[in-house]
T-cell receptor, first 112, second 117 residues
Framework: SQQGEEDPQALSIQEGENATMNCSYK?????LQWYRQNSGRGLVHLIL?????REKHSGRLRVTLDTSKKSSSLLITASRAADTASYFC????????????FGKGTRLSVIA | GAGVSQSPRYKVTKRGQDVALRCDPI?????LYWYRQALGQGPEFLTY????????KSGLPNDRFSAERPEGSISTLTIQRTEQRDSAMYRC???????????????FGEGSRLTVL
């Protein structure tokens, strides 16, 4: 089963524009992580935000978390063609000994 | 090693055969995860270990699937009597911290692509 659902499923933007992807989840979490996957490759961790945090930054990435709405967003500023990839959110629920569960992902295409 | 290593990278087998997929995690990493990923989908959880102990195998589709990590390092995912529906990319990941509560960053391998004819 998948806890997180990304929105939109696919996003196409011009280089230099900002890209925003959203993730909604169903049950209370300990933390939420975002991963990136280039076509056919392994997933790469981008950022982790804990349930008591509201916003985190890492370079051109900004992640927000709203636990009241059970949602998170990933913002990539000043996008580049190299940002073209699939982006996944992954959640760890706080209901006990549970694994990290991934959503279906957002496919981002950045056009040069 | 420098990263998570999976072998074989590609495996083609005939229906009914058994296959074993190997994962060599980053040295010293406590937890090890197995996921399965269909094309265009996110990774689907199969099972995970903290050290040699299998913590959760609720994601294994049926009893043809099993996994072990006997010495708390290398893990093997075994699929018995393979079926065409088992065809997928199987991904392994490891983490420095124990999984299940406040899981940290996962480091993924490149995966093992299984094709069952």
């Amino acid at each position: 089963s998948q806890q997180g659902e990304e929105d939109p499923q696919a996003l196409s933007i011009q280089e230099g524009e900002n890209a925003t992807m959203n993730c909604s989840y169903k049950t209370s979490i300990n933390n939420l992580q975002w991963y990136r996957q280039n076509s056919g490759r392994g997933l790469v961790h981008l950022i982790l935000i804990r349930s008591n945090e509201r916003e985190k930054h890492s370079g051109r990435l900004r992640v927000t978390l709203d636990t009241s709405k059970k949602s998170s967003s990933l913002l990539i500023t000043a996008s580049r063609a190299a940002d073209t990839a699939s982006y996944f959110c992954a959640t760890e629920t706080n209901s006990g000994n549970t694994p990290l569960v991934f959503g279906k992902g957002t496919r981002l295409s950045v056009i040069a | 090693g420098a990263g998570v290593s999976q072998s074989p990278r590609y495996k083609v087998t005939k229906r009914g055969q058994d296959v074993a997929l190997r994962c060599d995690p980053i040295s010293g990493h406590v937890s090890l995860y197995w996921y399965r990923q269909a094309l265009g989908q996110g990774p689907e959880f199969l099972t995970y270990f903290n050290y040699e102990a299998q913590q959760d195998k609720s994601g294994l589709p049926n009893d043809r699937f099993s996994a072990e990590r006997p010495e708390g390092s290398i893990s093997t995912l075994t699929i018995q009597r393979t079926e065409q529906r088992d065809s997928a990319m199987y991904r392994c990941a490891s983490s420095l911290t124990s999984g299940g509560t406040h899981t940290g960053e996962l480091f993924f391998g490149e995966g093992s692509r299984l094709t069952v004819l």
